[in-house]
T-cell receptor, first 117, second 114 residues
Framework: NAGVTQTPKFQVLKTGQSMTLQCAQDMNHEYMSWYRQDPGMGLRLIHY???????DQGEVPNGYNVSRSTTEDFPLRLLSAAPSQTSVYFC????????????????FGPGTRLTVL | AQKVTQAQTEISVVEKEDVTLDCVYE???????LFWYKQPPSGELVFLIR??????QNEISGRYSWNFQKSTSSFNFTITASQVVDSAVYFC???????????FGKGTMLLVSP
């Protein structure tokens, strides 16, 4: 198993450009999510999905779009990049853990470092 | 609303010292999970431990130990005889019972010098 993969590892954009950060997992996990990490802020949830066709917003969703057409893939789209979106982005996946199931361990990808000029 | 507080922004110790990283959480759920992750300078997130709200037993794994106290809503992490390789940012995180959503603390940077 490759686990959770993210591409690209590094990206530099100009303000106003669009791009898609790719995330894929081969563990058949229902749950996938995107976090951003900023200095001194920890990781904050952007969007998440509990299965194909189902997505919802997290703590900081503005400026980002997601879709989940397959179980394996969960791309994050920046439609018009802004300098405030300069960050490290992590994708994570897990089984969709319900109360008491215990299968809640999140597997994180290696991250994408994005700089918006 | 859920919240995780790691009051220590940065800790510096000399090798072989013991060090404790504090984590205080807030949640209204009765069933929840607590996590610790390590982020070394290379940037990846390394899972260290998961603890559910019904298991208050302390855990020890080599030089690492965790103290979970529901009465004080704390889940502290102790490294015994620290080593330079322990230098990293450590995150405490909380997951509620309904979804697999993590709420992270802001992290504690641990610097272990030789």
């Amino acid at each position: 198993n490759a686990g959770v993969t993210q591409t690209p590892k590094f990206q530099v954009l100009k303000t106003g450009q669009s791009m898609t950060l790719q995330c894929a997992q081969d563990m058949n996990h229902e749950y996938m999510s995107w976090y951003r990490q900023d200095p001194g802020m920890g990781l904050r949830l952007i969007h998440y999905s509990v299965g194909a066709g189902i997505t919802d917003q997290g703590e900081v969703p503005n400026g980002y779009n997601v879709s989940r057409s397959t179980t394996e893939d969960f791309p994050l789209r920046l439609l018009s990049a802004a300098p405030s979106q300069t960050s490290v982005y992590f994708c994570a996946s897990s089984y969709f853990g319900r109360s008491g199931s215990g299968n809640n361990e999140q597997f994180f990808g290696p991250g994408t470092r994005l700089t918006v000029l | 609303a859920q919240k995780v507080t790691q009051a220590q922004t940065e800790i510096s110790v000399v090798e072989k010292e013991d060090v404790t990283l504090d984590c205080v959480y807030e949640t209204r759920d009765t069933t929840y999970y607590l996590f610790w992750y390590k982020q070394p300078p290379s940037g990846e997130l390394v899972f260290l431990i998961r603890r559910n709200s019904f298991d208050e037993q302390n855990e020890i794994s080599g030089r690492y130990s965790w103290n979970f106290q529901k009465s004080t809503s704390s889940f502290n992490f102790t490294i015994t005889a620290s080593q330079v390789v322990d230098s990293a940012v450590y995150f405490c995180a909380l997951m509620n019972s309904g979804y697999s959503t993590l709420t992270f603390g802001k992290g504690t940077m641990l610097l272990v010098s030789p």
